[in-house]
Nanobody
C-alpha cells in the first residue's frame, strides 16, 4: 500500500507557473511508477506525465510536452510536476498516481493508487 497526497494547486494567470508536489507514504516509493493525471468535469481522466521506477525515464502527453516537467526524489518519497507557460485549457483537478508494474502507462486504469487531487485554475 502507498498513500499519496498532492499539494501546490491554485489560481494562476495564463503564462504563469505552478509546481505540484505529491508526497508518498507507505511502502518503498522507488518500487512504483508514478504519474500525473488531470480531469475536468464531464470528461475522462487524462494522462499528463509519468516517471519510470527503473531508470527515471519520463513520458509526457503531447499537450504538455515542453511546458511540464515531472521529477521524482525516491529518497524523499516525493514526485513533483513543474508546470510552466500555463494555458486556460490546463485548468483541471490534478491527480498523482502510482502503479506497481515496471513500465510507464498512459491509461489511468493501469494505476493502483491515487491521491485526492488538487485544483489548478488558469485564468485568461
Amino acid at each position: 500500500q502507498v498513500q499519496l497526497v498532492e499539494s501546490g494547486g491554485g489560481l494562476v494567470q495564463a503564462g504563469g507557473s505552478l509546481r505540484l508536489s505529491c508526497a508518498a507514504s507507505g511502502r518503498t516509493f522507488s518500487r512504483y511508477v508514478v504519474g500525473w493525471f488531470r480531469q475536468v468535469p464531464g470528461k475522462e481522466r487524462e494522462f499528463v506525465a509519468a516517471s519510470s521506477r527503473i531508470d527515471g525515464s519520463t513520458i509526457y502527453a503531447d499537450s504538455v510536452k515542453g511546458r511540464f516537467t515531472i521529477s521524482r526524489d525516491n529518497a524523499k518519497n516525493t514526485v513533483t510536476l513543474q508546470m510552466n507557460s500555463l494555458k486556460p485549457e490546463d485548468t483541471a483537478v490534478y491527480y498523482c498516481a502510482a502503479r506497481v508494474g515496471a513500465g510507464v502507462a498512459y491509461s489511468p486504469t493501469r494505476y493502483d493508487y491515487w491521491g485526492q487531487g488538487t485544483q489548478v485554475t488558469v485564468s485568461s
